[in-house]
């Protein structure tokens, strides 16, 4: 018998239910990411990949006068 | 740009990724996997490209503003809402039918070698800033 949280599966059924939970797990992480639910490690950042408009920049740019500040503009690919 | 800011572990520099949709697999997932974790970069997406348009009319580009690395000074103000100043320094990976200076083709040293420069500069005008009170 295989026990995943709300399923059982008779023992004969185990290899059509590991496959089942692989691509369940699969299909759910495409899923969180697609949603924008990242990594544990990225949360801890506290970062995430949001929108930026020109006066956003513009707002965080002039906020931090007084350092030397870099700009790089890049494509993810 | 990284590694400026691995060698450079100063509070005296910030630094602004701006993610461009520019290839065909370009989205905010695939820039999210790059994302560093350093708090002095503040990483962003730039949807409809509105940002590397006001930077390809400041660096007089032909094409589409990316691949492009900025330095500003600490005493550069954005004041033009539509366009971004002119940077201190920068330097590029574009083509030449850009319009970008062929002689501004990055080179990891002689970048890394400007944003230090720029951080002597800050660092000098804020003990004579001290010695003047």
Redesign the interface.
Known sequence: MLETGLLSYPAGDCNEARVAITKTAFLMSFLA??LGI?PAS?KE?G????????????S???K?????????????? | MLQTFEKLPTESLRGFIVWVPVLAHDTPLAAFEHISSDPRLLEGWDENRKISDAFKQTLALHRIAWDAYMIYAADVVWNDEKNPPLPTFWMHQLNGDSGADPALTLQEDVFFKAAQDQLKVTAHAGQAAQAAR
């Open positions: 990411l697609a990242y990225a950042m970062k995430t990949m949001d929108s930026m408009t020109l006066d956003q920049l513009r965080e740019f002039n931090s006068e007084g350092k030397t500040r870099i700009i790089t503009l890049l494509s993810p690919t």
